[in-house]
């Protein structure tokens, strides 16, 4: 499959966000007045949404992930994806060397300006399952393990015009294991 980043922020945009979600989104944020789409160099810099809130409190950058299947439908796994890499250029089929990572995938790009991620993925009657987290613990848990993903569920590619941009779609139930042992413990 091949696609560029106008192809994907195409496909972002022509899924409609639900209208429930948002409403869900808004009311889950403290002080949440308003949802605003971000622009295209906002979304370049990992924003799709603004959430603004009342008495002075900061905006929260949202960046969804919008999956067109849903894994547990298709194959009988839960999973997310976390872009390892967004421009690799090397051999096309591996392995993956680490001199040929050219820049980091949304989820290991500590330049990212997001707060919140949501993943959507579409179900037969319309409507979409979410999953919301919170941006830095998920970069965090994924910086920690992803080399250890990538050998246990593998670390695939996505053709673009060039390069090609390299994921993992570990269980969700690791990724919220990996997320527990960053906020939870006793020091």
Known sequence: ??????ERLGFSQGVAMPEKLLEYLLSSISGGLEIVPATEEEDRQGTDYWVRR?????????DVKHRDFDPVLKYGSDDALIETTSVYRGPKNGPWLDCHREKPG?????????????????QPDGKRRFWILYFPFLYEAARRNW???????????????????????????VIEEAIKALTAGIT
């Open 54 to 62: 009342d008495h002075g409190l900061p905006i929260v950058s949202v």
């Open 106 to 122: 949304w989820t290991l790009d500590t330049i990212k300006r997001t707060d919140l991620i949501v993943y959507t993925w579409p």
């Open 147 to 173: 080399r250890e993903w990538a050998k246990e569920y593998g670390e695939r590619s996505a053709g673009n015009a060039g390069y090609l941009t390299l994921f993992i779609c570990p269980p969700r139930r």
């Open 1 to 6: 499959m091949t696609h560029d980043f106008r």
